[in-house]
């Protein structure tokens, strides 16, 4: 938290002063981790009275060395871009080398020849893949390894660092049917069972109502299985931050629709106003509305099966496409100013319903 919390405030709001401000706090975790690790660059559960590790997770636990190392890792690379933000050199150069050291530690410790972990569940597949720590030429290999760990299952068994960011990493590999069928899920373990069972705010368990009716001492309004609202707003609806532009001067909107969602409206209240992103699929036509607030841009991703296009009603002659590994359609891109536009693209998905 001494890290995340205000990088994602930062990211989100574009205030440097959160960052000026927690400097100091952010590199004293950094240097506990690094101080603690006997020089091997792994950052150890030292007393397991502290270690929850995957916490929630569904009879899968999680080597909490590895996930210990992942975060001290992660951790690092946030202070890293932070130093980098705030012209801090000399911590750049030192806490991206310590980045390496780390990254290296991990793949000898967790990390084998083809590819998969020592640690065999979903959620050290998802840290891994999502923090970077797996090799280049191995990381196709780490995510079809997660991919047949869901379809093993045919389910979740992510606990509370796993599940936020399963179903972004699955999409990001190219596993949109994965993912997907995760969201659509009814029966226990999903997220609709939750609302199966009348739940109108995520609960902390996935049996906080058991499958016989019982209710469990459990909190019944949490956030770490809703963070899959930011999975519903940044691929789904298509609502991007650009860590680039950070608070929404420039916002990156990129939908990827599949199998029966078909109606998806979504709006963001960012720093310099209303983010909307709306769209239907009707007849194989995509009909995608986006508002851009003033003094700010996006880049517009639009899913399409071939090069038709119209904006506000006007029929396109050149577009620019972007193909992408594991989708069955493209992307046109566009970049845009503040506005109302409204796109229409051809985008056929029969056959991934």
């Known amino acids: 938290a001494a890290l995340i919390v205000p990088w994602n405030l930062y990211l989100n709001y574009g205030d440097l002063r959160i960052l000026q401000e927690q400097y100091e706090s952010m590199k004293g975790w950094v240097e506990f981790m690094r101080e603690t690790t006997y020089k091997d660059y792994l950052w150890r559960t030292l007393d397991e009275r502290y270690a929850f590790g995957d916490w ?11 996930l210990a190392a992942a975060y001290f890792y992660h951790s690092t690379g946030l202070l890293r871009k ?7 050199t000399g911590d750049v150069s030192f806490y991206g080398e310590l980045q390496s050291r780390i990254k290296k530690a991990f793949n000898e410790e967790f990390v084998l020849p083809d590819g998969s972990l020592s640690s065999s569940t979903q959620t050290a597949y998802v840290v891994a893949l999502s923090f970077g720590l797996i090799p280049d030429d191995l990381e196709e290999a780490a995510a079809k390894r997660l991919a047949e760990l869901v379809n093993e299952y045919n389910h979740l068994t992510t606990g509370f660092l796993g599940t936020p960011d399963l179903l972004h990493v699955l999409v990001e590999y190219g596993y949109m049917e994965e993912a997907y069928k ?4 009814q029966e226990y373990p999903s997220w609709l069972y939750m609302v199966n069972n009348g739940a ?16 469990r001492n459990s909190s019944y309004n949490h956030y770490l299985y809703g963070s899959v609202g930011d999975w519903l707003y940044k691929v789904v609806a298509g609502i991007n931050p650009d860590p680039e532009f950070p608070g929404y001067k420039k916002t990156i909107i990129k939908p990827r629709p599949w199998g029966e969602m078909n109606d998806v409206s979504s ?4 720093p310099y106003g209303t983010v909307s992103s709306e769209w239907q699929i009707e007849d194989d036509i995509m009909k995608l509305t ?5 003094n700010t841009s996006a880049e517009i991703y639009i899913p399409a099966t071939d090069s038709f296009l119209k904006v506000n009603g006007i029929k396109q002659k050149e577009v620019q496409t972007i193909a992408e590994s594991g989708f069955p359609y493209q992307f046109i891109h566009l970049t845009k100013g503040s506005g109302r536009y409204v796109f229409e693209t051809k985008l056929n998905l029969t056959g991934y319903n």
């Open 200 to 215: 109108t705010t995520i609960w902390e368990r996935w049996d906080c109502i058991d499958t016989d009716g019982r209710p």
């Open 267 to 270: 709006s963001h209240e960012s």
């Open 290 to 294: 986006v508002q851009i607030p003033v």
């Open 82 to 88: 932070t130093a980098e933000i705030l012209g801090k």
């Open 56 to 66: 929630m997770a569904l009879g899968t636990p999680t080597d909490k060395d590895l």
């Open 182 to 185: 995760l969201m659509y899920r």
